[in-house]
């Protein structure tokens, strides 16, 4: 008998935005799950590409060089992930990151002995990976990928864009304003003031990030500017929104064209103050209820707000659509995520798995998926 090859697929992970860690969870859960009988798996960090990157850190450029040079680099984790993270969840990220292939040498590889890649499984959350750049570098090295295209990367990434384009297409986003850095010292006051008109309660938070990271609730005008200002420590661009109070909800939607599907409806009951970071990841602080304890009438116009927002941002593959549903009946949209966390706990895996997918053959489908767009 002849073997036949294995399927080669490159996961992506690691990278370099602020939910790096988290993404090391979410790339090597994938990489385990997937059917080694029919796929050759290689973990990848792309942030062995960025060692000249001006925007990064020292210690990252560092660890890019590290990467470039040799696997099997150790994952020292930041702080805020030591302190916030589980035990179990920081052990998981630390062992699994020890079978990371720089991206230098696994997306390009030198010599014809080497067979490239046939597709990539992208599970970096945040800038570099979940904003379209990674999505652009894979278009031009011809490597199918697993989501979105740069242009719904882009701008579902960008709260602020994916807004206007909701918005413009019928749906309900947080009413809010947008301020620069740049225009800060001189727009100061009147930015505070049109802040000020939403009415306390408030919520700032940086375009461009997730995980909450940056997402700060204030009650009064004392803490205004100071979280405006330590948003720009994370973005050039910071946003104030109206802080509605009722029930989150996310909804996954998985598939393509005729077979485009809404996942059951998860609810978010957090004993935190809201959705932050450490209630995200640590499962003793919230429960991730699917499906959700609303209205079948409710839960259906919630998944046609999610199907909708996918379709407007001209998603792919899987995206994961966040909500909150106000007591006076308004369905508000958050936020649109191309690449949700992907462990096999995480919410979109979690609605998969009530509606009959286990998280193995999700991996599998996804895969399927983008080479099928090679094919
Ligand atoms: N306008 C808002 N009103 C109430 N809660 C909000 C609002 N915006 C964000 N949040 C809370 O902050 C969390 C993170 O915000 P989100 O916009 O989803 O950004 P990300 O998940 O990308 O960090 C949400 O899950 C929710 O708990
Ligand atoms: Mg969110």
């Not at 990467?67 to 990220?93: C, F, K, S, W």
């Not at 020890?98 to 040498?105: K, T």
């Not at 003793?284 to 209205?295: F, H, K, N, Q, Y």
């Not at 407007?312 to 007591?327: H, K, Q």
């Amino acid at each position: 008998m002849i073997a036949t090859q294995r399927i080669r697929v490159g996961v992506l992970a690691g990278g370099a935005s602020s939910e790096r860690e988290i993404s090391l969870a979410t790339g090597i859960e994938i990489a385990a799950h997937l059917d080694a009988a029919r796929y050759e798996v290689t973990l990848i960090d792309p942030l062995a590409l960025m060692a000249d990157n001006a925007a990064l850190t020292d210690e990252q450029r560092a660890h890019a060089r590290a990467l470039a040079e040799h696997a099997g680099v150790m994952e020292e984790l930041p702080e805020r992930d030591r302190r916030e993270l589980p035990a179990a969840l920081q052990e998981r990220i630390v062992k699994g990151s020890s079978g990371l292939v720089g991206a230098n040498s696994a997306l390009i590889p030198a010599g014809k002995e080497h067979r490239r890649l046939d597709v990539c499984f992208v599970a970096i959350h945040g800038q570099w990976g979940e904003d379209g750049t990674i999505q652009g570098m894979l278009e031009l090295l011809g490597i199918p990928y697993v989501g979105s295209g740069v242009l719904a990367s882009a701008l579902a990434m960008d709260k602020v864009m994916a807004k206007t384009v909701l918005a413009a297409s019928g749906l309900e986003v947080p009413a809010g304003i947008v301020v620069s850095r740049t225009g800060w010292p001189e727009e100061r006051e009147s930015a505070l003031a049109r802040a000020e008109d939403l009415g306390f309660p408030l919520v700032v938070k940086p375009v461009r990030q997730g995980s909450s990271v940056g997402v700060v609730m204030v009650d009064a005008s004392d803490g205004l500017s100071a979280a405006i200002e330590a948003g720009f420590a994370l973005d050039d661009r910071v946003m104030v929104e109206e802080r509605l109070h009722g029930t989150e909800l996310t909804v996954g939607v998985i598939g393509n064209g005729s077979e485009l599907r809404a996942l059951p409806v998860i609810e978010i009951a957090t004993k935190a103050e809201f959705f932050d970071y450490r209630a995200k990841y640590d499962p003793e602080l919230t429960d991730e209820i699917c499906p959700a304890r609303i209205s079948d009438e409710l839960a259906l116009r919630v998944q046609d707000v999610a199907l909708a927002a996918h379709r407007a941002l001209g998603c792919r593959d899987l995206s994961r659509t966040d909500m909150i549903a106000t007591e006076d009946g308004r369905v508000v949209t958050l936020e649109v995520n191309t690449i949700p966390g992907m462990t096999a706990n995480s919410l979109l895996p979690k609605a998969a798995r009530v509606a009959g997918i286990d998280f193995g053959e999700l991996c599998g489908r996804l895969i399927e998926a983008a080479l099928a767009r090679s094919a």
